[in-house]
């Protein structure tokens, strides 16, 4: 199995350079990532930071880096953070990935799922978990936020969720919820809201805030304004 699937989902319009990565846990469970581009470049998600934190998310802890070259943006500080392997191969085990996206988004609490994610985040450092549910035609991704040792390296719940979709080779979505049990309201940060405005222009975000209450906005109307250029290609 060569790694031309799993390349063919990264989202990669402007370098068009695809990426890709999968994480074996401790466990022996697979999990796969690739790059997600952003127009806005350093809010892009390397393949190996999003196979990581889809690994973290689902609860197992990576031991195995499987790359089609060493030459991947962040593999060597995934790898030393978790004494992880790498694994330079032309025949990654795609057939062994996880299957994250067969969960139907009908008869069930939207709040409740959420409210239960939030166990899952990892967040050592700030101690304020996010879940988030992501939502396309078929059900939905799960994502929770991750924080390792560097801060910089984490990554938002809105993005796992992102990461999950992509990497399953799905790029249309419904809607997206975001809760979290802490602050004033549940929002997603800037750096989200300008990966969701490409992503998502002009759908539904529900925010499921720490006191209870609800509230739904456009995508484009959380970041007026953003940062678009037709000069760039794509």
Partial sequence: MSWKLLLNHAYVPYSKQAEACIVESTN??????????????PLTIPAVQAACAICLSEG????KLYV???????????????????????TPPIDKLEDLSCKPASNF?????LET????????????????????????FEGVNIEVSEWSEGICA???????????????FDTLAVHTRKGE????????????????????????????????HLS?????????????NK
Avoid: M
């Avoid at 089609?68 to 032309?90: C, G, K, R």
């Avoid at 609490?109 to 799922?113: I, Q």
């Avoid at 700030?126 to 879940?131: A, H």
């Fill in 185 to 216: 309201v549940s929002s997603p940060c800037g750096a989200c809201r300008q990966v969701i405005a490409e992503l998502l222009p002009y759908h539904t975000i529900k925010l499921h805030h720490s006191d209870g209450t609800l509230s739904e």
């Fill in 158 to 172: 809105e993005r796992v969720a992102l990461a999950k979709a992509i990497a399953a080779g799905i790029q249309k």
């Fill in 220 to 232: 484009v109307d959380l970041l007026p304004f953003s940062f678009k250029s037709e000069a760039l």
């Fill in 117 to 140: 994610l939030l166990d899952a985040a990892i967040t050592p450092n700030s101690d304020f978990p996010v879940s988030a549910l992501l939502f396309f035609k078929d059900g939905y």
């Fill in 109 to 113: 609490d939207e709040l409740e799922r």
């Fill in 68 to 90: 089609p070259h060493s030459n991947l943006d962040q593999l060597h500080f995934w790898s030393n953070e978790f004494d992880a392997q790498i694994v330079e191969t032309n």
């Fill in 28 to 41: 022996g469970l697979f999990y796969g990532g690739v790059r997600i581009e952003n127009i806005s470049y």
């Fill in 60 to 63: 197992e802890v990576p031991a």
